[in-house]
Each structure stands twice: as structure tokens, then as C-alpha cells.
């Protein structure tokens, strides 16, 4: 099975992080992107390499599907380590493992601590409950790799406390861009259910105490349903089993051909199956079909269990992302949550880098309640919104700063000038990155003419040098040649290249450092 371009670069990636020294690192793949396939091959290239493979994942279908896809993508058959049945003796060097089965001490126990080269933790944000550190902690001398749809960086710090680095990123946006997966339209539904008084468990909201704020609002949302999902495939999630079978039969009284399934569903596979064919429009669940779960014809996600946790909120939304004949985009409903807490994961949280961008994104879309709206162009227009903020902000530090005359750029000004997003909305994320800057750093900052007191983080530091450094060797300006320019009034100075900022520095010092009467500065281009 051939790799698709970013497929074959998160391979590359991987390996090139366990060559250097990185034995736990992250590969973070949108759901619909063929993560199962990429940790396939690199499983291939271990097994090749003399490497035992373990597949550890928490649920039956995950390791089904890993098994399946193993085979299909590299011809390689696995064991199995779960229940009654075990690996051990086994002349595959492949195996899918349950981690209910092998957080044991009595079944560990049985493997010598070297017994695998390589573990390949599924949907790897359950890696740090005590299950899973239990099995990774046998195996200590592994190389570990961990795959997750995790969208933003709130969840990556909490990886962090495990695996080391990230080796390969590809993000939703991208995905979309690059015809891999469906457009998203969000659309806020202007029906607000009150979340205020619903409490707190094991990091995020009771369901039992949504549930009981949700059920008054259950028949003004299925009429809501009547306006944006009548022609569409359908996919509800709901916090309890009881909740989803009640709104079952809410939607058939209105008219819809609703289904139910949860996890003591004997006919479970039928109704799945009876969905995907078409008999039925909308299919009501408690969270079941979270993960193992893939129908790519579903064009509509409804989410009736709000959530902190980024992670759930991403394969909630992921359920209709696949691309389908005859499917245009997914449109996702959302609703006007009233809540005290800030990190309730809405929209916004798919797609924006930053929170102060998503936050701006989920005011405009409550300001357009009742409209869908593409949500690449609503985060485009929130971080021009927020860029608008940030650059009126700058105005008077900037003017600040020239008051007490410092002769280092501030690094904010840098950032806003080269357009660089990565930089103003970058969030340290692993152990080394949430550390001040060291000794070295501070100054080769300075050397580069950066103000470094502003810069409160290693990972900051090292991401900014870096980007110094690429500037230098592409001909950029520096940023002492952007804080001379833009400070005389010129614009986005970080977009031109050193020899005409040079060229236009000279003119201005011959000048007697001013502008020649003939440039404006607040037109003026390089040629």
C-alpha cells in the first residue's frame, strides 16, 4: 500500500526522532487520515529491523482494526494478548495487546522486560492513566510511539508529562486543504442550555449532571434538527444511554427515522449496518461512537455532550470528517452553552492555533447564530480580528518602548511584522519547552538584536532562533533593521529582504536620518 505525501513524512519523522535519542515520541493525525496505515508501515520497519511490535490499544474494535490494517497495508499477521489468548510463543513478531489484559502484574510478569522493541499506543491520550503506565513502565527499554487526533496544544502539554517530542504534526486545516478530508461549516444554534450548575469528574463535565440540563431543551433541539439536518446523514452523541433513547424517540415523533445504539445494544452491528445502508437518517449514541467507528457518508455531527477534553471533542466531530461521493462538506451543530468555565470545547477548538483566535471565532459565530459558516474562513476572520487587536496594542507599546528608548526589538514586534502566527500564539508544550530561557539563549537573542526579557519560555527561545537563523540564511531582514524602519513609519519590514532594507537604510542615513521627501513610508514597497 502506497504512503499518501504527509503520510510518508510522519514515517520519516518517527524514525528520525528514535534515531536521535527520543525513545517516547507523538504523531498527531487527524481521525480520517489513515493514522492506522502510517503506524502500520513503521511497525513494518521495526519488525524488518529485528524488533518484536506490541499494538497496545483499550478496546476491542481498535484492535481489530489495527490488526486488519497491518495486514492489509504491509501483509503482516500479528498475535493477539487479550483474554485467553497470548502472544507469548508466538513466531509473529507482531501483536495487538489489550491494556485491561496486560496492566497485570501476573500476566507482565510473563514477558521479560525486553520482550518488545517497539509499542505503538492507539488514540494515545489515554496513555497517562495509571493502565497504561503501568504496561509502558515494564517495557521501559521500548521505543514508544503515540497516535492521537489531539487538535491543540492543551492536551499536548498534558502528553508531554510522558512522551518527549512531537516528531510530525498534520493539522485539520491542511487535511482539508490538501482534498483528504471534507470541509467543515459550523453553524450556532441560538438555543442556550444552561451548563452553569453541571460539576466536575476525572477532568471533565458529569454526565449525569448534563444530562439532567440537557433534558428540558430536548424537543427545541430536535426542532432545531428540523431546519439544518433533514436532508443529512446524522450522528448524535449524548451524555447517558437513557438521554440518547429518549431523543430517539423524540426525533421520530418529528418525523426523522432515528436509531439508538449503545453498549448493551444486541443488535448493535444490525443497526450500524441499517444506517450505513440508509433506512435510518439519524443515529442517537452515548458516546459510543467515539472510536472504531468509521461510516464516511455521515455529513452531520450533532453534539449533545459538551466536553472539556479536546481529544473527545475531535472524534466526536471526526465521526463525519471522511471524504464520501456526493458529499459536500459536514456541518456541525453547535449550541449556545452557558457555562462559568472557559474550556468548553467548541468549533473553534478544531481549527485554531491559539485560544485568544478561538476565542474571537466563537464570539463571531454566536454573533451569526443560525448562519453556517466554513470554519477555515471564520478562523481566518478571527485571527484578522485578533491581529487588529494585537497590532493596535502594539501601537503603544511601541510608543512606550520609544520613550525608554531601548535599543532591542521587541520580540512581539518581530512576530507581528514576519506574520509568523507559530510564534505570537506558540504555548510550550513538553518539559524542556515550559522552562525560562537560559543564559545562552538571553544572549544570542540580544546578539540578534531581541529584547529577551519579553520571552518567558526555552521552547520560545529555541523556536525564535531557529527562525532568526532561516531568516539570516534566506536573505531577510533582521530585526534591527525592522525596529529602525517600522519605527519611521514603514510597513511589515519582516516581509522584505535585507539588501533593500539595507539599501533604503543608507539612503535614510545619508539623509540625516530622515525619510527622503520623496517615500512615504506608509506606501512604500520594495521594488
Not at 310 to 332: A, C, F, I, N, W
Request: proline letters at 4%; charged letters at 30%; glycine letters at 8%.
Amino acid at each position: 500500500m502506497d504512503l499518501r505525501p504527509y503520510q510518508e513524512e510522519a514515517r520519516t519523522a518517527v524514525e528520525q526522532d528514535w534515531a536521535e535519542g527520543y525513545s517516547r515520541t507523538l504523531l498527531v493525525l487527524p481521525t480520517g487520515t489513515g493514522k492506522t496505515i502510517v503506524f502500520s508501515k513503521i511497525v513494518e520497519d521495526q519488525i524488518r529491523q529485528g524488533r518484536r511490535c506490541l499494538i497496545l490499544a483499550h478496546r476491542g474494535e481498535l484492535l481489530d482494526q489495527a490488526a486488519d490494517k497491518l495486514y492489509k497495508a504491509t501483509g503482516l499477521r500479528c498475535a493477539v494478548e487479550k483474554a485467553e489468548e497470548t502472544c507469548l510463543g508466538s513466531w509473529y513478531m507482531a501483536a495487538v495487546g489489550s491494556v485491561q489484559s496486560l496492566m497485570r502484574e501476573k500476566r507482565l510478569n510473563q514477558f521479560a522486560p525486553d520482550y518488545f522493541g517497539c509499542i505503538v499506543v492507539d488514540e494515545a491520550h489515554h496513555a497517562l492513566s495509571d493502565g497504561y503506565q503501568r504496561v509502558l513502565s515494564y517495557f521501559q527499554k521500548a521505543r514508544v510511539l503515540g497516535v492521537t487526533a489531539t487538535p491543540d496544544r492543551g492536551d499536548m502539554r498534558n502528553l508531554g508529562q510522558y512522551f518527549q517530542h512531537l516528531a510530525y504534526e498534520y493539522t485539520l486545516p491542511k487535511a482539508i486543504r490538501d482534498g483528504y478530508l471534507c470541509p467543515i461549516k459550523a453553524v450556532t444554534i441560538p438555543l442556550t442550555l444552561d451548563l452553569s450548575g453541571a460539576g466536575v469528574q476525572a477532568g471533565d463535565f458529569k454526565s449525569s449532571d448534563i444530562d439532567t440540563a440537557l433534558d428540558p431543551y430536548l424537543h427545541q433541539i430536535a426542532a432545531e434538527m428540523q431546519t439544518y439536518c433533514k436532508d443529512r446523514k446524522t450522528v448524535v452523541f449524548l451524555p447517558l444511554v437513557r438521554t440518547s433513547q429518549k431523543f430517539r424517540d423524540i426525533l421520530n415523533a418529528q418525523g426523522f427515522r432515528a436509531a439508538e445504539v449503545n453498549g448493551g445494544s444486541a443488535d448493535r452491528a444490525e443497526v450500524l449496518r441499517d444506517f450505513d445502508a440508509g433506512r435510518y437518517d439519524v443515529l442517537c449514541n452515548s458516546m459510543l461512537l467515539t472510536e472504531g467507528w468509521d461510516c464516511p457518508a455521515v455529513d452531520c455531527i450533532v453534539v449533545l455532550r459538551p466536553t472539556k477534553v479536546r481529544s473527545l471533542y475531535s472524534q466526536m466531530v471526526g465521526r463525519g470528517t471522511r471524504l464520501h461521493p456526493g458529499k459536500e462538506d459536514l456541518l456541525l451543530l453547535d449550541f449556545l452553552w452557558h457555562t462559568s468555565r472557559h474550556e468548553l470545547c467548541r468549533p473553534a477548538c478544531l481549527i485554531c492555533g491559539s485560544d485568544e483566535v478561538a476565542r474571537r471565532m466563537t464570539a463571531n459565530l454566536e454573533d451569526a447564530a443560525g448562519q453556517p459558516a466554513d470554519i477555515e474562513e471564520a478562523e481566518k476572520k478571527a485571527s484578522e480580528d485578533v491581529v487588529a487587536q494585537r497590532e493596535e496594542a502594539l501601537a503603544k507599546k511601541l510608543n512606550d518602548l520609544r520613550i525608554r528608548k531601548r535599543k532591542l526589538v521587541d520580540p512581539l514586534q518581530f512576530e507581528m511584522s514576519i506574520q509568523a502566527e507559530d510564534l505570537s500564539g506558540y504555548e510550550p508544550a513538553f518539559g524542556w519547552e515550559l522552562g525560562p530561557p537560559s543564559d545562552g539563549q538571553r544572549k544570542a537573542l540580544e546578539n540578534w538584536g531581541i529584547f529577551p526579557d519579553e520571552i518567558e519560555s526555552a521552547g520560545k527561545a529555541s523556536l525564535l532562533l531557529d527562525r532568526l537563523s532561516k531568516r539570516r540564511t534566506e536573505g531577510l531582514t533582521t530585526p534591527k533593521q525592522i525596529r529602525l524602519l517600522e519605527g519611521k513609519g514603514f510597513r511589515n519590514v519582516g516581509q522584505w529582504r535585507f539588501q533593500d532594507a539595507k539599501k533604503l537604510i543608507d539612503r535614510i542615513a545619508a539623509n540625516a536620518w530622515r525619510v527622503p521627501r520623496n517615500i512615504n513610508p506608509a506606501e512604500y514597497r520594495p521594488e
